[in-house]
């Protein structure tokens, strides 16, 4: 009997991300290229979150792991940072899984032209819909959360409260 090797894309597709395991790498949109290169490996480009991503590192093994269990010997993961990462490339699905898990997806990501540029003063966030009843009227109640790229925040209405995927 010849068993069918899964192809690379649809395994690398498949892995969780680390920090929000409700997402693939895919539906995060950290998943650049997947290519299965003539000596049989695999070589995955992937994109930080944001440059020094801690999590980078586990994706790496993760997406090596996952790969190696499917078959291929030869896995190469490259980092790729051009075009960088913003919260826009999160899959239309991916946006539903965080919204089903409790988890704001996040709005557009702001615009930029150059280098991000630095500032002390506060951030200002656009009104972010309560993923347990829908409500507008929402509060954050940290910047930051489990991970830099998630917030904290509180329906006024239901009280619940909730993070949310920062726009990046």
Do not use: N
Not at 49 to 71: F, K, V
Not at 78 to 106: F, H, M, N, Y
């Amino acid at each position: 009997m010849v068993t069918v090797r899964q192809s690379a894309a649809s395994v690398a597709a498949a892995v969780r991300d680390p920090e929000l395991p409700v997402l693939t790498l895919a539906e995060l949109g950290v998943l650049r290229d997947v290519r299965e290169d003539a000596d049989g490996g695999v070589t995955v480009a992937l994109t930080p979150t944001y440059s020094g991503c801690p999590a980078i590192a586990e994706m790496r093994a993760d997406l090596d792991a996952a790969l190696r269990d499917a078959g291929y010997e030869q896995v190469r993961v490259v980092t790729v940072l051009s075009p960088p990462w913003t919260t826009d490339w999160i899959s239309e699905t991916g946006r539903a899984k965080l919204l089903a898990a409790g988890i704001a997806p996040p709005g557009p990501a702001p615009r930029r032209d150059g280098p991000v540029p630095l500032t002390l003063l506060p951030t200002r966030t656009a009104v972010v819909p309560c993923p347990h009843c829908g409500s507008p009227d929402t509060e954050e109640t940290s910047r930051h959360s489990a991970t830099p790229c998630r917030a904290l925040r509180r329906c006024r209405v239901c009280r619940e409260p909730f993070e949310q995927v920062k726009e990046l």
